[in-house]
């Protein structure tokens, strides 16, 4: 049995699975917004359209709970309404494992109200294996 | 000594058989590593597992654990003529990555079959199970294999291995720069965390800098970016493998020139992988 810590070399340093790693390859050559989270609800990457959409740099907002990143932006439908957090496409992707698409008001971190539609899809590397989401706005 | 690892087959993409090739070998990937405990683990069945087969043989070898990166034919174009699959005396434990589609044994079966080969595989003598690459650190005889998903065409893993003493990570076929190797965190790097702070780093380095420019996506690596992944993993000796078929011997020592042209002069310089080429692992 090998001592833990060459177990934990590896761990500490774990790779993002390669979907995530090409997922974000992807979204980091699209000029549609696009953000990314891992299975667990963590946003791991938002691209440079995403950050002219909503206002903060990636860079600066770092890896966040979705949920937490979401709320900032005051989802809301046109008549007002704020939309839960379980209504989210990307929480739908996230907690349902399906696609989803919606159309809503954000204010972003700038403190422009802006009208998007997210579409949201869950992302399978193999049948069983859900390593996380994309999700992309459509901007009017 | 608790690993010797011997490389049967560093050869890219298709056997490479004739005089330009004597000096660093012309059969493709195929890597063994004995254990302290007198185990066998090989790492791909490109052609060098011929050869590997008769020895493994002649020394009584009967359990053999064999990890594939993934199911190109230059990775498994041996595994038909290993000498221990013809012997019933053997148990054969095949590993490889899954797939979303087909199982490990539903695609490896597609080479023992018409029109490839003429035997079908319920006649091959030796027990054999197949396995999906494990996702879990796999232990046997005092190392641990580790195996992640690696940027390469279709399912391709790169695996490490651990003796708690030293590590290897055997990345053969990799184009990490794809997505990207500099200016980024390592946990977004392909095969970083496989490689990182590796003793040993066997990393595909297929091509020239100008050669690589016309394969882009083709799922190989340049001199150039075996390096570059070199130093963001820090990885302490890097072994150029996967030459390309094209590339003589006399080429291939322009490549690891250029290779410790690009490394510096800080710690131990790049090397070319040849065959029959022997690492002692404490």
Same mark, same amino acid.
């Given at each position: 049995m090998l001592p833990p810590q060459a177990m934990a070399e590896v761990d500490s340093h774990r790779q993002k699975h390669l979907v995530l790693i090409l997922a974000r390859e992807f979204a980091s050559n699209l000029a549609t917004p696009t953000l990314i989270a891992d299975a667990r609800g963590r946003l791991v990457y938002y691209n440079e359209a995403a950050e002219a959409v909503l206002g903060r740099r990636f860079a600066?907002?770092?890896?966040?709970?979705? #949920?937490?990143?979401t709320a900032s932006f005051a989802p809301r439908t046109s008549d007002a309404v704020p939309i839960p957090a379980q209504r989210r496409p990307a929480r739908i992707a996230l907690d349902e494992q399906r696609a989803a698409h919606q159309r809503y008001q954000v204010t972003s971190a700038d403190g422009i109200e802006r009208e998007v539609e997210v579409t949201a899809f869950p992302l399978f590397a193999h049948a069983d294996e859900f390593v996380g989401i994309v999700a992309i706005f459509w901007r009017s | 000594m608790a690993v010797r690892l011997t490389i049967w087959?560093?050869?890219? !993409?298709?056997?490479?058989?004739?005089?330009?090739?004597?000096?660093?070998?012309?059969?493709?990937?195929?890597?063994?590593?004995? =254990?302290? @405990?007198?185990?066998?683990?090989?790492?791909?069945?490109?052609?060098? +597992?011929?050869? =590997?087969? /008769? #020895?493994? =043989?002649?020394?009584?070898?009967?359990? +053999?654990? =064999?990890?594939?990166?993934?199911?190109?034919? #230059?990775?498994?174009?041996?595994?038909?003529?290993? &000498?221990?699959?013809? @012997?019933?005396?053997?148990?054969l434990d095949v590993w490889g990555p899954s797939s979303p589609v087909l199982g490990l044994r539903e695609r490896i079966l597609r080479a023992f079959s018409p029109p490839l080969f003429p035997v079908d595989f319920r006649d091959v003598p030796a027990r054999?199970?197949?396995? $999906?690459?494990?996702?879990?650190?796999?232990? !046997?005889?005092?190392? !641990?294999?580790? &195996? %992640?998903?690696? /940027?390469?065409?279709?399912?391709?893993?790169?695996?490490?291995?651990?003796t708690g003493k030293s590590s290897v990570a055997y990345l053969p076929d990799h184009e990490p720069a794809l997505a990207g190797i500099s200016g980024k965190p390592r946990e977004w790097v392909s095969g970083a965390a496989l490689a990182h702070g590796a003793d040993l780093l066997l990393h595909d380095a297929q091509y020239f800098e100008d050669e690589y420019a016309a394969r882009i996506g083709w799922g190989h690596s340049s001199v150039a970016d075996a390096v570059a992944f070199?130093?963001?993993?820090? &990885?302490?000796?890097?072994?150029?493998?996967?030459?390309?078929? $094209?590339?003589? %011997?006399?080429?291939?020592?322009r490549l690891e020139d250029r290779a410790r042209e690009l490394s510096g002069r800080d710690g131990s310089p790049p090397t070319l992988a040849r065959e029959g080429m022997v690492f002692e692992l404490p």
């Open positions: 600066e907002a770092g890896e966040m709970e979705l #949920d937490e990143w | 087959g560093c050869r890219g !993409s298709v056997p490479t058989p004739g005089p330009n090739t004597i000096e660093y070998g012309g059969n493709t990937s195929c890597i063994e590593l004995s =254990l302290e @405990d007198g185990g066998v683990v090989v790492l791909d069945a490109g052609s060098g +597992i011929r050869p =590997l087969g /008769l #020895d493994l =043989l002649a020394r009584g070898t009967r359990r +053999i654990h =064999l990890f594939l990166t993934h199911l190109h034919l #230059d990775h498994l174009e041996g595994l038909r003529f290993f &000498a221990p699959l013809w @012997d019933e005396r053997v148990t054999v199970a197949f396995h $999906d690459d494990p996702r879990k650190p796999w232990t !046997s005889g005092g190392i !641990s294999i580790t &195996a %992640d998903l690696v /940027l390469h065409p279709g399912p391709t893993v790169g695996f490490r291995i651990d070199s130093h963001v993993v820090g &990885a302490r000796h890097l072994v150029l493998f996967h030459h390309e078929p $094209d590339h003589s %011997d006399r080429t291939l020592e």
